[in-house]
């Protein structure tokens, strides 16, 4: 999002210092000189924050707040007193000011209250945009997430792909989704209705292949990790797929298939048949900024799961996502918003040298503890809250060596 500042103050002089200031901690000012002259810039869908002056001639910071509020509620305005003006300001605040500083203010205390404000700023407008996405109505809105032209460019494509019926791969890092992707893809085809039928590539004889084919009849048949399918198989496939089947064959792969086949480790006829439509599905390294929105999604559902309210997520705890690279993409982010709601952030960076199996024992047995700690150690009632059956519940705990008792208060 652009860091756009409009700055009001009637002051020339004082409008020119602050815009210095911002300019070199890479903000856009905007400078207005009145309340008539920054009037056309506040609108609901600025993508900044505002920095008013109180006194000014004409309108004053207080009619700015009024108007600012009654486009955008959301919209932070930041307003800069005079020495007497406190009363004032501390009034502003109970109108819905974002916050006040004293002039003249340090450098300092207006970047801080800035990157607050833009945080805040930085949120609203995600959420608005994933809601008008979920509001278009179609599964690639509402489950392929992501704010950046590259997430934007993948539901264009899994939309375009869909409506053309043809074979599709579907290739992507180790974590990415692909399994996702191909559903969004059946959801929104001209078989939707139809049967989504999943299997894994590598244990398919040529025989079950065909028994697939016809459990999807009607839908689709998703072939998970196509790399590792067996050489018989492979030959089957492509019988199935030249003869024509009543089911859509989308395959999926973490494996450069094209340099498979070139080197005779795949069926290179196969794979020119199934690589009609690709779909290439982006790391998050390529495109950190949909970091946030799609661990604040993961937070959400992971809490609702957990039964528990969602923490606060910091700024720095964001940054600090945005700046790690996330080989295992979004199924080891999940993982880190489970632990992050469950209480346990700080072993996020251990969880990387893990398998999946290891991670996912982790959150099973952090969820164990939980529970019980909600229901004050009544092993029943919190394996109600589970969903498990009393015996499968109590075998976990013995298999985590959790006692009940410890977790009653």
Not at 244 to 267: K, P, V, Y
Request: negative net charge.
């Amino acid at each position: 999002m652009m860091r756009k500042v409009l700055l009001v103050d009637d002051d020339a002089a004082v409008r020119e210092a602050l815009s210095q200031t911002l300019e070199l901690a890479d903000y856009a000012p905007v400078a207005a000189g009145s309340f008539v002259a920054a009037k056309d810039h506040i609108r609901a869908d600025f993508p900044g924050v505002i920095v008013s002056d109180i006194r000014m001639p004409g309108r004053d910071g207080f009619h700015l707040l009024s108007y600012a509020r009654d486009i955008d509620p959301d919209l932070p305005v930041i307003l800069l007193t005079g020495e007497g003006d406190i009363p004032m300001a501390v009034q502003a605040m109970g109108q819905g000011a974002f916050d006040f500083l004293e002039k003249p203010c340090a450098a300092s205390d207006l970047l801080a209250v800035l990157e607050r404000a833009f945080t805040a700023r930085r949120h609203v407008i995600e959420q608005r945009v994933m809601k008008s996405e979920l509001e278009r109505g179609d599964p690639a809105a509402r489950l392929l997430f992501g704010l950046s032209d590259q997430a934007e460019a993948l539901r264009d494509r899994v939309r375009n792909v869909a409506l053309t019926g043809a074979e599709v791969l579907v290739n992507g890092p180790p974590g990415s989704g692909i399994s996702k992707v191909a559903e969004v893809v059946h959801l929104m085809s001209a078989v939707g209705q139809g049967p989504f039928v999943k299997r894994q590539a590598s244990g398919l004889s040529p025989e079950d292949l065909a028994l697939a084919c016809e459990d999807a009849s009607g839908g689709s048949l998703f072939l998970d990790e196509v790399s590792a399918m067996q050489q018989a198989t492979q030959y089957t496939a492509l019988e199935l797929v030249e003869r024509g089947t009543d089911a859509r064959i989308i395959a999926g792969t973490t494996a450069d298939l094209s340099a498979l086949a070139s080197e005779g480790q795949f069926n290179a006829d196969l794979f020119y048949r199934l690589d009609v439509m690709r779909i290439l599905i982006p790391s998050l390294a390529e495109r950190p900024e949909d970091i946030p929105v799609i661990f604040r999604h993961y937070v959400s559902q992971a809490a609702e799961q957990a039964g528990i309210a969602e923490p606060e997520i910091t700024s720095e705890h964001l940054a600090a996502l945005m700046a790690s690279d996330w080989p295992g993409n979004a199924r080891s982010l999940m993982s880190a918003a489970m632990r992050f709601v469950l209480g346990m952030p700080e072993e996020v960076a251990k969880a990387g040298d893990l398998g999946l199996s290891e991670q996912m024992a982790q959150v099973e047995r952090s969820l164990l503890i939980a529970a019980l700690g909600r229901y004050n150690g009544k092993a029943s009632d919190a394996a109600k809250a589970l969903k498990l059956p009393r015996k499968t519940f109590y075998d976990k705990l013995a298999r985590y060596q959790i006692r009940p008792e410890d977790y009653r208060r």
